[in-house]
């Protein structure tokens, strides 16, 4: 039995490889071809744009997949597909870990101030339906047009102003548009269908991987520290150390030392260490995380 598994192309694919590897999975693309090579034969990867993926989770073409929180609703405003299931909330994107942001935006010149001021405007975007319906709520009446790619250089000639996602606003600013208004947030879903989830074998698969790469998730920016120090010295060294639940104590072959273990924020790492060795630490190692299974 194989789990059929969506990996998301365009500006995704290449965080997602990283984040499996992470996770302790490595997927090889090929990149003329879109079923890449991973080395668990028990799953078969497709590649397909973050945009369908809910589509095709929901139709069973995949049993599951990953992508954004803001495709999968606007597949669930087509209404006639039954919903998917999120399994795990996975917060990374193209550039960072982080969420990304669907904003209004407006040429930084635009007499356009406020979302109201659009009433009778046009809109361009890739997230028709979620924008249709954003609007929609706050009783402004605008016209929504597909937009295929580009979008921040429609306005002012081919819209009014776009709904764009963004994770810094480097791109909207070097395009010379500001943002007016916040429609949505999004991260990545590990999603999946109710028929796979029926079966016993997909569904427990399915636990294991959304628990690795929450795992993952969990991991980056963090790493591990660990040193030799004297029973005297113990509760100096204690009160310098943050940790992840409490640092592990453990004996020594000598009795008046111990090591101690800790998991702490990378960026901590370089203004901890000295202040260790200062208190008495010695050995101090610092190592990488893959995983970290809360």
């Known amino acids: 039995m194989t789990l059929k598994l969506g990996i998301p192309k365009g500006s995704l694919q290449d965080a997602t490889v990283q984040l499996f590897g992470r996770a302790g999975y490595n997927i090889y693309v090929n990149p003329r071809s879109y079923f890449p090579a991973i080395d668990d034969p028990q799953i078969e990867c497709m590649l397909i744009r973050a945009q369908e993926m809910a589509r095709y989770v929901a139709d069973g073409v995949l049993d599951a997949g990953l992508t954004g929180q803001d495709w999968i609703a606007e597949q669930a405003l087509a209404n006639h597909r039954q919903p998917v299931v999120s399994l795990a909330d996975l917060i990374y994107a193209k550039q960072s870990f982080g969420k990304v942001r669907w904003v209004l935006a407006v040429p930084q010149d635009s007499r356009y101030q ?6 009778n405007a046009t809109i361009a975007t890739e997230l028709v339906r979620v924008t249709q319906q954003w609007f929609k709520a706050r009783h ?19 819209a009014d102003a776009i709904v764009e996602a963004t994770e810094t606003g480097s791109t909207l600013r070097a395009n010379r548009l500001r943002i007016i208004d916040t429609l949505m947030e999004s991260n990545t879903q590990l999603i999946a269908n109710e028929t796979a989830l029926g079966d016993d074998w997909k569904k427990t698969k399915l636990a294991n991987l959304a628990l690795l790469l929450q795992a993952a998730i969990d991991a980056h920016g963090r790493v591990g520290l660990m040193l030799n120090v004297e029973r005297p010295s113990l509760d100096r060294i204690l009160r310098l150390l943050p940790a992840l639940q409490q640092p592990t104590v453990s004996p020594l072959s000598h009795p008046d030392w111990v090591a101690v273990n800790t998991v702490l924020e990378e960026r901590v790492a370089r203004d901890l260490i000295p202040q260790l060795k200062a208190a008495g630490g010695q050995g101090i190692v610092e190592y990488a995380l893959n995983k970290i299974v809360l």
């Open 114 to 119: 406020t979302a109201a001021d659009l009433e």
């Open 140 to 158: 402004i009446n605008v016209n929504v047009e597909f937009s295929w790619g580009a979008t921040e250089v429609k306005p002012p000639m081919l």
